[in-house]
């Protein structure tokens, strides 16, 4: 009897693969990355330490540590023929336009000469894990109009990020907070752009073919923007008083409101409480809790009227904006931070590879004879 070949739209449900690297549990709506608690990481841990964790399996010790942030540091250097080119589009294209395109250029210019070993693309994938940053930074500096800021290599990784962007050193707990989102942000199971990476390498191809792709998918607004989308609904309500009204009325036309539910989250987002309080705490120091104040009546809003939850986008949108950083560059740092993610799927892909190649159902026409062109 033949095996009866499970169907769903989106591939909802359907297991499309195995993986070591983070475990979302819909029971309890917690999220895992190698077996550690997501808050216990975002808390307690940096960047560094995690997108090590992601690609090497275990936390670094303080020597690794150590090692891989002097690789990170050293990668902090950006191409001077990627920067000759990009230089040409300033100004002309959306950062995420310039994030694709400047990987896949990086990847003509300095790919791989055929070699796959794990320490090969563990070195290539600290190197993008390094660059991203710059090309974001730059992309947001050409959108300001304002020179590129080389990069400190005395400043840690999220430290580094915020001081190219913005040409400002940044505050302790505005590095702190800042670095919490890259961690929130680095890594989701098979999301539609990490499944893309994994599909692109499973067919041999590259590394930064894969992470292409992986960028490609990220851009659509189905996946990522919901941070860009829920800064831009705030700043068009205005003022905190009007939210819930605005929101009620918008409810009432059946508009999505952007940041709240999830694909894969039933109850909650959890990442999303870490985001607030860092938020909260930032929006206190700054003195400015406009969009702060906002976003929790829109939250209490959403939860009353729908029972639906904040996910990680909404408050990262408030957390972005008290670090002045432009709207355009929300999902771009998105994609910089998930590139250690990415990474480590495209290498545990390579280590036990099969071609991904699922099935169709066919809705077509039946059978059917051809007619020739002159008889049609």
């Not at 300033?90 to 055929?114: I, N, Q, T, W, Y």
């Not at 730059?138 to 080389?150: E, H, M, S, T």
């Amino acid at each position: 009897m033949p095996l009866e070949k499970v169907k769903s739209g989106g591939l909802a449900g359907v297991i499309a693969g195995r993986t070591s690297i983070s475990d979302l549990d819909p029971e309890v709506d917690r999220l895992y990355y190698r077996g550690y608690d997501i808050h216990d990481l975002a808390g307690q841990a940096i960047f560094e330490e995690t997108a090590y964790l992601l690609l090497k399996g275990e936390l670094p010790g303080r020597r690794e540590l150590e090692s891989f942030s002097k690789v990170l540091v050293k990668g902090r250097r950006m191409p001077l023929d990627l920067a000759r080119i990009m230089s040409a589009v300033k100004g002309r294209v959306h950062p995420m336009d310039f994030f694709r395109s400047s990987l896949s250029l990086l990847g003509a210019l300095e790919g791989p000469e055929g070699d796959s070993s794990p320490e090969k693309l563990f070195l290539e994938s600290a190197s993008l894990i390094a660059l991203a940053p710059l090309i974001v930074a730059l992309a947001g500096r050409q959108l300001r109009g304002g020179k590129p800021v080389p990069p400190k290599t005395t400043l840690s990784h999220a430290a580094n990020f915020l001081w190219m962007m913005t040409g400002n050193l940044p505050a302790p707990l505005e590095t702190r907070a800042f670095d919490a989102t890259l961690i929130l942000y680095a890594e989701h199971g098979f999301n539609a752009s990490t499944f893309a990476a994994r599909v692109t390498a499973s067919t041999l191809s590259d590394l930064y073919a894969a992470v292409t792709s992986a960028v490609g998918t990220l851009k659509g607004p189905l996946h990522g923007g919901a941070n860009e989308k829920a800064m831009e609904m705030m700043l068009q309500i205005g003022k905190p008083e009007k939210a819930k009204a605005w929101v009620l009325e918008a409810l009432g036309q059946k508009k999505k409101i952007m940041g709240f539910g999830h694909r894969v989250y039933r109850k909650k987002d959890s990442r999303h409480e870490v985001v607030k309080r860092w938020a909260g705490e930032l929006a206190r120091l700054k003195k400015n809790t406009k969009w702060f104040d906002m976003a929790q009546i829109i939250e209490d809003t959403m939860r009353t009227e729908k029972g639906l939850f904040p996910n990680l986008d909404f408050y990262a949108s408030v957390l972005y904006d008290l670090l002045e950083i432009p709207i355009p560059l929300y999902t771009p740092i998105f994609a910089a931070s998930r590139m250690s993610g990415w990474c480590a799927h495209v290498m545990e892909q390579l280590a036990d590879n099969r071609l991904i190649r699922p099935d169709a159902e066919y809705i077509g026409p039946p059978p059917r004879a051809f007619v020739p062109l002159l008889r049609r």
